[in-house]
């Protein structure tokens, strides 16, 4: 009988969005009337591990949020999207991350991000949540603290990190992950290199496999990925879809990723096939509500799965 493969642990944050449209961004001081309020859960952590419970895994979620309306809210919502949410907490003195968006009639938006209860989720909370069970693949993003990278990549397990949104990290990390996937933004952030062509993509790769990460997966929207470690350098493509709403294609890239890595895929077909995933989530509007299933994403994979 074959073993059972541990579900893929996700550790990051978990928000309420709170979305407004307006026609145009009040000045400040300004009262502007808006037309509509909608509200959505989101924040990476808990995009990513809805992406994989949609392709049929049911990842192990780690994150906290308060005990407010919107946190209880979030657990629900992800557990009925089919998330293991035993290990989200809900803490009585801190409140839910969340996301403030105006978006105008022209399609422009500002956002305030308030992390709350994200804040906490520290190396001591996962330590004694990661001594539960067992599990072989972790992603991550940096939403959360970096301290909690850190600690997880010292296990020696599976450490995929979306290194988003950017910010300076110690060598140590780069040392310790097997997978870094960061977007063109993310990219430039990091390694000071724009990726825009193949040259510079190689080039920006090249600075975190310098630093230490096994596998290099620059994002490049529409134009696919580029994947690079030891042995290859491939550009893999994506397909060409109608986009209507970029929201979580990153998101979708990255749960996906995980997921079939922990699979046992190869590095070259999990990548191809979060690209597929990434792409049909440009195809809905909203973050989670867009995120890809396994026979849909199945239906655009011919030869893949
Ligand atoms: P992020 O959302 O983090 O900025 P990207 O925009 O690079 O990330 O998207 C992640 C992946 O999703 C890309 O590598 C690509 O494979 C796929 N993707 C994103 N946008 C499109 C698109 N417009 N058409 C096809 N595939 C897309």
Known sequence: MAAVVPEVVVIGSANMDLVTRAPRFPLPGETVLGSKFTTFTGGKGA????????LGGRPRFIGKVGNDSFGLQIISSLRQIGVDTANVFAEQD?????????????????IVVAGGANARVDPDFVNERLSKFEFNTVLMQLETPVSTV???????????LNPAPASDLPDE????????????????????????????????????????????VITLGAKGSFLVNSQIEIHCPTIEVKTIDTTAAGDAFNGALA??????????????????????ATT???????????DELRAVSSGLF
């Open 150 to 160: 850190q600690e997880i990549i010292r296990k020696k397990k599976l450490a995929i």
């Open 259 to 280: 997921q079939f890595l922990n699979e046992g895929r190869d590095g070259q077909n999990a990548v191809m096939l979060a690209n597929r995933a990434g792409a049909l």
């Open 94 to 110: 801190l409140v839910t991350g969340t996301a403030m968006i105006t978006v105008t009639d022209s399609g422009e938006n500002t």
């Open 173 to 216: 990390i780069y040392h310790g992950l097997d997978w870094i996937t960061p977007n063109e933004t993310e990219t430039h952030r990091l390694t000071g290199v724009r990726p825009i062509d193949t040259e510079s993509c190689r080039k920006a790769a090249a600075w975190f496999l310098q630093h230490g990460v096994k596998n290099v």
């Open 47 to 54: 995009n990513q591990a809805c992406a994989i419970a949609k």
């Open 284 to 294: 809905k509007l909203g973050a989670q509500a867009s995120l890809p299933s396994r």
